[in-house]
């Protein structure tokens, strides 16, 4: 795909997890997200604060290989894990801050590393029903 020049350029993939350590290489070893050069355009903690970039590095990992896809995109790192754990509130307000600011970094798609039972078919009683809705007629694939 990337041979036929589909490389994400000018889009922005939301990475809803554990945060991303944007001082690595492969993400430009920014100072900060958002810095010339960093492929974290944003990055912001949607749980309780831990002061750090990526406490776990699932995020890290996960933004990495969507690079390694798409390795003209840029990411947005939401951290929406407060330790072990992401609570539907944190996760929805960042699905949110998705919907409302997809014009702004051209978001595409969220990736969603939440964990769960596993499901064959819609769950319109999910609490995140609505919120997912929202983002596909915002032009944005959920992934999870």
Known sequence: ??????????????????GVDYTRAAFGSCAAAGDPGC???????????DATPDAHGHGT?????????????EIAALDVFNGGSA?????????NW??????TYNIVAMNMSLGGGLTGSE???????????????????PVI
């Open 123 to 141: 769950c319109p009683d999910s609490p995140y029903a609505s919120a997912f809705i929202q983002a596909r007629e915002a032009g944005m694939l």
């Open 98 to 103: 998705c919907v409302a600011n997809r014009a």
């Open 39 to 49: 492929a974290v355009v944003y990055a912001q903690d949607f749980a309780p604060d």
């Open 61 to 73: 990992n996960v933004a990495g290989t969507t690079l390694g896809v798409a390795p003209g995109a």
């Open 1 to 18: 795909v990337q041979a036929l020049g589909h490389t994400g350029a000018g889009t922005t993939v939301a990475v809803l997890d554990t």
């Open 87 to 95: 609570s539907d509130s944190d996760v929805l307000a960042a699905v």
